[in-house]
């Protein structure tokens, strides 16, 4: 019997980062270990030092968590599955995008150094970091003014979570650590140079964040001096050009890293990629027109086409940037799961909680099944679900949340039946907009945490969407889909593969149970939908910006 | 030392009938007995058959409650005081209206005789009795195509709730209690001839609910013949156009009376009236320009003017209907103090109840303690309060809640005080109604439940209103209100009043403490009221008619 051999995945998440240890020939999921961030999500204070943050939209992280997570998870993933190192032949990585951070020539954050330590502009900016919005303004305005043909393939707008406004913010509020840093660097390459002590960048976070495409490359000079003198040269004296494909060598494991790890020198390192992008093999989808949703707190939607198109309203379309050989658009929702626990959280009565004490469930679970006893439409409430704005068709963080139809006799149940719909028929506005500006959605795959908790959502989603919804088999599909595209940087004569869609053949799966829409509630939902669209336009493109105003609102005294 | 003498207030609610015992020369309440209606608000099953009402909006009651109500209040009243029969100078009594039934040239009510038992249409049909909807889209319609001139004085619509469609129902439904019924009468004139043996029919019923007025008296014989054949005469066969003043002597206490309740025959009664009319003159408000809100689970607005005006929404305009010499105007929102319980009780979490219970509070109390730290529109919420649609100023019962500005950190005390902030614009919007159709609301006068309750919300109405709010000293105002007709009735030789002036001046009264409006928060609160305002128009006025299409969608199978 031929040894087996496996592929090594790593999930670098927000709060935490999880390995899987994968085999190769079946997918079989044989260990995992998660390490919380020790430093986990830095809004208050710079650990170890009296330095607080200037303000709340701040978001950092301690690059040394994700070396931390390394030594804690991978040794015990062997461990766990009495795998040899050199039984795994490849390693593939995910991270949050855009998480990014200066670094030194040789890889060295510049937070490590005592001098830059105080300094939060020296620390790693988490994707959630939403303190360089000006930054963004500058960015949008330059580039609209500017006429730069690059900004229709991201609807139209730069969000302040992307890099050249991180990038930028840190050139604006400390020009010493910017001049400093020989490097600025996405963290899902930074983990790759550590592992294999080469630096490379991946096409995804280039595209998707850093405004490269496979066909123009990044922005020009003269776009980059508009928008600081010093910024000019920002491509050539602090990034790279040398953009590397998904699935791509970077290199192999170091020895060094190699011994810390208890894994073979020179095992296969596959470049960098996004969390949300690399779930997409996991779920088996290889092609054009399945939809992949990772729901969770929040939900990424992507979709391959054939073709580049202009989206309103869309994240980005980059090519080859989740499967090669086709284009690749990304949406999202800002909140999902969030609605459902806030309002599980602030809004729930003692009773309910008490019931679901004495069942033994979760609150979710109780409201579910009593909100599954409703007819679509019989709650006769709607709701617009912008609790923590719309990133997608609208691309506006000042949106707020909205429900109405209440009455004397409305239930929590009730309430919580509206939001799931909300959700729904904030999904389905994006499918919407893809299929009116050509991209073709005909199927949807799902995975992430919400699909398998909640029974009534998924069944919701498919009933609004007039959709049957697949679920991933995999729980870890992220980890997966690293672990995958570990397996195809090794390549075939490694026992891998030779490319990401053999891989998906052969390691990913869904599950037998599927959602398929009722057409009698999907008749009653699009009613409802046309309602939802009425006031989706109304409050956010100008009918009347009330949102926006009350938020004005709340900082006058 | 003279003796004292007292007025007997009786206030008819929907729960229960309380009565109150009143020294005529200062006010004081001397004593008070509350009797819980053994029958209640009958909504499900005839009592004492097996009969179920036909459906959900039927809302009946047992007038023999209102007769038991007299045995256990008034004695206790008098034993509790220690006032013997003969001290006690005037009755006054007030009712919720339209509340109606169907009796015998006796007075005996059908519901009384066994061979009318069991069908519905003999009961008194409650206020809220909704289910002659249906007659009073016919009574409207058939109003509007003959042109019918006291449609403008009730708003442009008749409530269902009214006395025409009630009877008319009775008349569909239950042709033989209509044939077999001498009388079709208020239950606010039904009780007075209990107490008198003489049938009379006030004016305040009859001008607000019963489309009366002292210039024009009744609808002609032909809008009425329009309705139906049989209900051409229903005013000669059915009614009286003996119409009698406020505070006018209805008759004397009879004989068996008397005895009943311990008080001398004889005693001077008042004709009929309403539970928030009355409590008008117990605020001490007896002139134009004075608003008085009866602020409980709903809210009424009552206000006089010097000239008939037409104003759009308002429940009806009737000369002398509240104060004589004066038009009154009527205007009201359905939910108020309903929609703050529906809150607390369906969406505020455990922790916020268990924190209540430890610092022995109620869940209100702490909620305004908490929303009590916001500024205005420091929470960017705004809501519709339509929670039981809208009385006034759009009169539509199909509108429905809604709340807008919600995100992830919303608390439950922010929702809260959005709700309360809802119930003031309302209010607001109600006052601006009336003064931009020419009648003036210099100040505004409270009494109920709600105003003693809760700090924050009368602070709140007054810096919305940007008006001063007093407060009625009784905490009884409708029973005050109705002691004080009481001795209007016996008049000045008597040791009464001889009008509700006199009255007003000896015996209601306001407290020290009034809420002033800040000019900051008053100011504030214009700019989010201009939001509340065009989403008032916007939902309410045709601009989306979503709430009452997702109503209609209830039902869809």
Not at 53 to 67: G, I, N, S, V
């Amino acid at each position: 019997m031929a040894k087996r051999t496996f592929a090594l995945g790593i999930d670098y998440g927000t709060e935490s980062a999880r390995a899987l240890l994968v085999d190769v020939s079946s997918g079989e999921e044989v260990a995992t270990a998660v390490y919380e961030y020790s430093h986990g999500v830095i809004t208050e204070r710079l650990p170890g030092t009296r330095t607080r943050l200037p303000a709340h939209d701040w978001a950092l992280q301690d690059p040394m968590d994700y070396l931390r997570a390394l030594d804690e998870t991978v040794p015990k993933c062997l461990r766990l599955a009495k795998v040899k190192g050199d039984q795994v032949i490849g390693i593939g990585t995910d991270f949050t995008a855009c998480t990014m951070l200066p670094v030194k020539a040789d890889g060295t954050p510049l937070c490590t150094l005592k001098e830059f330590r105080a300094n939060p502009n020296a620390w790693v900016k988490l994707w959630k970091h939403h303190a360089a919005q000006p930054e963004a303004d500058r960015v949008n305005q330059t580039a609209q003014r500017l006429g730069e043909p690059w900004l229709r393939r991201y609807g139209g707008k730069i969000s302040s979570e992307w890099f050249f406004p991180k990038a930028l913010q840190i050139l604006h509020e400390a020009p010493e650590i910017y001049h400093a840093a020989d490097r600025l660097i996405e963290a899902a390459d930074w983990i790759i140079w550590q592992l294999t002590g080469r630096e490379t960048r991946n096409l995804c976070t280039a595209g998707y964040k850093a405004i490269w495409s496979k066909r123009d490359g990044f922005p020009r000079r003269e776009f980059f001096a508009a928008l600081h003198p010093d910024f000019a040269d920002v491509l050539d004296k602090k990034m790279s050009r040398d953009i590397r494909p998904l699935g791509a060598r970077a290199g192999g494991l170091t020895e060094r890293m190699a011994k810390r790890l208890g894994l073979a020198p020179g095992t296969a390192v596959a470049v960098g990629n996004v969390d949300a992008h690399v779930a997409v093999p996991a779920c088996t989808v290889t092609s054009a027109g399945k939809m992949v949703m990772i729901m969770g707190t929040s939900v990424c939607h992507l979709l391959c086409g054939t073709e580049e198109k202009e989206v309103p309203g869309q994240c980005g379309v980059v090519e080859d940037g989740i499967l090669p050989g086709l284009f690749g658009f990304e949406a999202g929702q800002c909140a999902v799961g969030d609605i459902f626990a806030w309002f599980t959280r602030t809004a729930v009565p003692p009773e309910y909680h008490a019931e679901a004490r004495k069942r033994k469930e979760t609150v979710h679970d109780l409201l579910a099944r009593k909100a599954a006893a409703y007819r679509p439409g019989e709650t006769g409430l709607l709701a617009l679900d912008w609790w923590n704005g719309n990133r997608s068709v609208l691309v506006d963080a000042d949106l707020t949340g909205l429900t109405l139809g209440m009455h004397l006799g409305t239930k929590p149940e009730e309430m919580y039946r509206a939001l799931i719909e909300a959700t729904a028929f904030g999904t389905y506005k994006i499918i919407r907009t893809f299929e009116e500006s050509g991209v073709a959605v005909e199927e949807i795959y799902c995975c992430g945490g919400l699909p398998e908790k909640n029974d009534l959502l998924m069944q919701i989603f498919s009933d609004v969407t007039g959709r049957r919804f697949r679920i991933a088999r995999s729980r870890l599909a992220c980890a997966l889909g690293s672990a995958m595209h570990g397996a195809v940087a090794a390549g075939k004569a490694a026992g891998g593969f030779d490319s990401i869609r053999e891989a998906a053949a052969r390691m990913a799966g869904v599950r037998k149970k599927t959602y398929k829409p009722d057409p009698k509630a999907h008749a009653v939902y699009d009613k409802i939908f046309a309602e939802y669209d009425t006031l989706h336009d109304y409050f956010g493109r100008g009918g009347n910006d009330v949102m926006k105003r009350l938020k004005t609102l709340k900082g006058v005294r």
